[in-house]
């Protein structure tokens, strides 16, 4: 990647809506070697995808918890099983492979405490395998990029 590489996908980072000619024009390319950069950059597998970024609160998910997960074994079979449940859980936004005490943090939103509640009752803790669970909750988000 070359400096105008780092441009498109900062670019694109901050708005993955821009046309091409938009994009062009901010990085100071013509839309041809423009549209071309960028297909490389995702056939490279550096630009992986286009979301778009929900307002959580909209949707009633105003609890948002971080969750850190320890396993009882490392076994492949323990963590197979594990990490296809965390894949499967809908309330599960990330879930990351962690060095240190915990193996796993997750990232969950919930429409209440109560919700959070149920989830961690009736869904995570009869997750086979989980050792231990703890958990903070957000109050606020001071930086998403």
């Given at each position: 990647?070359?400096?105008?590489?780092?441009?498109?996908v900062?670019?694109?980072?901050a708005?993955?809506?821009?046309?091409?000619?938009?994009?062009?024009?901010?990085?100071?390319?013509?839309?041809?070697?423009?549209?071309?950069?960028?297909?490389?950059?995702?056939?490279?597998?550096?630009?992986?995808?286009?979301?778009?970024?929900?307002?959580?609160?909209?949707?009633?998910?105003?609890?948002?918890?971080?969750?850190?997960?320890?396993?009882?074994?490392?076994?492949?079979?323990?963590?197979?099983r594990?990490?296809?449940?965390?894949?499967?859980?809908?309330?599960?936004?990330?879930?990351?492979?962690?060095?240190?005490?915990?193996?796993?943090?997750l990232?969950?939103?919930?429409?209440?405490?109560?919700?959070?509640?149920?989830?961690?009752?009736?869904?995570?803790?009869?997750?086979?395998?989980?050792?231990?669970?703890?958990?903070?909750?957000?109050?606020?988000?001071?930086?998403?990029?």
């Open positions: 990647m070359d400096s105008k590489d780092v441009q498109i900062r670019a694109l980072q708005n993955g809506r821009l046309t091409n000619q938009e994009l062009s024009e901010r990085v100071n390319l013509s839309p041809s070697p423009c549209l071309r950069r960028v297909r490389l950059l995702e056939e490279a597998g550096i630009i992986k995808g286009y979301k778009a970024i929900i307002d959580s609160k909209a949707l009633g998910l105003s609890v948002t918890a971080f969750i850190r997960i320890k396993l009882e074994k490392h076994d492949d079979a323990t963590v197979k594990v990490e296809g449940q965390m894949i499967a859980m809908t309330e599960v936004i990330d879930c990351w492979l962690m060095t240190g005490r915990w193996d796993y943090q990232r969950v939103m919930a429409a209440d405490l109560e919700a959070y509640e149920g989830f961690v009752r009736g869904t995570l803790q009869k997750v086979n395998g989980i050792a231990s669970i703890d958990t903070s909750f957000a109050y606020g988000q001071v930086k998403r990029s």
